[in-house]
């Protein structure tokens, strides 16, 4: 199946002004080519760097079922082509052992205008995963001198999804490579950007992935940033193990642990399970 995204969606039906806009009608500068596709090449600056094997490989059974159903999108470089949207696409083909590709030449664009129909295209696809998306939004606010309000506006989302996006970076390295191969969700990471010291964020992050834990219980560790690690682990295994919910108050070695109940019954309950 094909994995799906959650890190941001589009205000409206249609991310941003889309592929179909940013193409225009077809013309004389937007030629369709059957391609060798030996001839053809990837774009090095494609945001995207991963691609799921196993979409991939249904995406071959497909053409070779049916052939490709879409032309990807070229620009001419020396008598070559390279990719500005489509890559996955031509993967599968050269998979599939395919001679020829469909392809729409595109003329006289700037390399800005290139960058960002590549986003585009594999935002609308849902392609990328958390940490491409960052880099490729720092990239194109790099490149067109743009701000994060005038990118959030061009791709048709909140500024508050993209600066959320964007503090990813700020993640340790070792972190970042989880969020990339996604063995971290976007919703994980994000919480993890709460703690300022990049070994605490790598110590969280191993955390996350030993013991499971939830977006809230990685806020609950949150709240008690002085509380030292192996006190944190401790009272996660007891929450885990014995099914209640823990009040705890730290501070140079001194607090208080309580338990919450609502009525005697959990009490009762409470009581049976500590005893």
Known sequence: MKPKSHYFKSKGSRLGKGLDALLGPMDSKNQILLLDIEKVFPNKN???????????????????????????LVEEKKGAYQIIAGERRWRACCMAGLKKIPAVLKTDISQKKIALWALVENLQRENLNPMEQALAFKEIMKKNLWNQETLAKY???????????????????????????????FSQARELLQFKSLKQQREMAQAC??????????????????????????????????????????????????????????????????L
């Open 46 to 72: 494609q945001p995207r760097k991963k691609f799921n094997k196993e979409t991939l490989s249904d995406l071959v059974k497909s053409i070779k079922e049916n052939g490709i159903l879409q032309a990807i």
């Open 155 to 185: 791709l048709g989302i909140s500024r508050s999804s993209l600066a959320n996006s964007l503090r990813l970076l700020n993640l340790d390295s070792e972190v970042q490579d989880l969020v990339s191969s996604k063995k971290l969700s």
């Open 209 to 274: 992935l030993k013991k499971k834990l939830t977006v809230q219980k990685i806020k609950t560790k949150k709240s008690n940033p002085s509380v030292p690690f192996w006190i944190r682990q401790i009272l996660i295994e007891i929450q885990k193990k014995k099914n209640v919910s823990l009040n705890f108050k730290y501070s140079k070695g001194k607090g208080a642990l309580s338990f919450s109940f609502k009525t005697e019954e959990e009490l009762k309950n409470l009581l049976d399970k500590l």
